[in-house]
């Protein structure tokens, strides 16, 4: 069935690197979502993009959305500790779906002090 | 407001058992849905609901049934779990006309 595939599923990064997480669907998205899950906690919404090529920032983070609307990507910048956590994509696959969202399999970081 | 609750927190249960995950909200969301979470599989979603009275199946919905019969609840059964039933199952709601989940605390659900 239809999917959204996100990588990397887990990566470990040093304090103070860069992290990226990278969503892809085969089909044109009408939106993109981001949430984060701290562990043993439940996802929290991030932010939407909804237009072709849109950029947002959130201090650290940078979220984009690609121009055909087929994938995304999560930037972080000088990773801190409090950053850990698994960051997931969401996104509507099909019309007429009951707002359906259909999450990716999310990438776990791990930031080493 | 306590936002989306969910009850209880953690079940161990036995192979054959039934029991049921309660979700309740106070936001008035006409929204509500059921997912599991398994390592490495993301979140998939069970069954929803666009209102009261109503269900429907999502992406994983065997072995399980739903509920509404009111608006602030949503009710998960599993009328004879399995051990690949033990999973972190999450409840979420969504405003109509809005996109963002807001999603309870999570049940961790063991089957022996």
């Known amino acids: 069935g239809q999917q959204v595939m996100q990588i990397p599923q887990y990566q470990h990064v040093q304090e103070g690197e860069d992290f990226t997480t990278y969503c892809n669907s085969s089909?044109?998205?009408?939106?993109i979502q981001w949430y984060k899950q701290r562990p043993g906690g439940h996802p929290v919404f991030l932010i939407q993009?909804?237009?072709?090529?849109e950029v947002k920032k959130q201090k650290r983070l940078t979220f984009q959305f690609g121009e055909a609307k087929k994938n995304s990507s999560l930037h972080i910048t000088a990773t801190q500790t409090t950053d850990v956590g698994t960051y997931f994509c969401?996104?509507?696959?099909?019309?007429?779906?009951?707002?359906?969202?259909?999450f990716g399999s999310g990438t776990q970081l791990t930031v080493l002090p | 407001n306590a936002g989306v609750t969910q009850t209880p927190k953690f079940r161990v249960l036995k192979t054959g058992q039934s029991m049921t995950l309660l979700c309740a909200q106070d936001?008035?969301?006409?929204?509500m849905y059921w997912y599991r979470q398994d390592p490495g599989m993301g979140l998939r979603l069970i069954h929803y609901?666009?209102?009261?009275?109503?269900?429907a199946k999502g992406e994983v919905p065997d072995g399980y049934n739903v509920s509404r019969l009111k608006k602030q609840n949503f009710l998960l059964g599993l009328e004879s779990a399995a051990p690949s039933q033990t999973s972190v199952y999450f409840c979420?709601?969504?405003?109509?006309?809005?996109?963002?989940?807001?999603f309870g605390a999570g049940s961790r659900l063991t089957v022996l």
């Open positions: 979420a709601t969504r405003l109509a006309g809005a996109n963002v989940l807001t």
């Open positions: 089909t044109t998205l009408s939106n």
């Open positions: 993009l909804v237009k072709s090529g």
């Open positions: 969401a996104a509507e696959l099909s019309s007429g779906s009951a707002r359906q969202l259909t």
């Open positions: 936001m008035n969301h006409e929204y």
């Open positions: 609901s666009v209102g009261e009275g109503t269900t």
